[in-house]
Nanobody, 126 residues
């Protein structure tokens, strides 16, 4: 049984930092990603990492501010978020899939993922 359990969300002032974690179990994944969903908006891709090769991908809105990583055992996904802005406020979700490659365009849409965490709230105050 696949389990993705996020932690690390919270309330922070603009310019601050947070680190999200996603503990994964139950399957071997081809890649894992972070998505976010703000009230009234669609869920959007934030960042992803190929689980085998380790290539990383970022949405333009977070490039240079967010860093995705994983532990050596490939069981935990992280998202280091620096220089946070009020527009980063959203519920952040960890997602995983077993097959496919970012390099061929698979993994940037919510529909590409079968497995999701419960979400963790990130609120950035101005």
């Amino acid at each position: 049984q696949v389990q993705l359990v996020e932690s690390g969300g919270g309330l922070v002032q603009a310019g601050g930092s947070l680190r999200l974690s996603c503990a994964a179990s139950g399957r071997t994944f081809s890649h894992m990603s972070w998505f976010r969903q703000a009230p009234g908006k669609e869920r959007e891709f934030v960042s992803g990492v190929g689980w085998i090769g380790g290539n990383t991908y970022y949405a333009d809105s977070v490039k240079g501010r967010f860093t995705i990583s994983r532990d050596n055992a490939k069981t935990t996904l992280y998202l280091q978020m620096n220089s946070l802005k009020p527009e980063d406020t959203a519920v952040y979700y960890c997602a995983a899939r077993q097959f496919g490659m970012f390099e061929i365009g698979v993994g940037f849409r919510p529909d590409d993922y079968a497995y999701w965490g419960q979400g963790t709230q990130v609120t950035v105050s101005s």
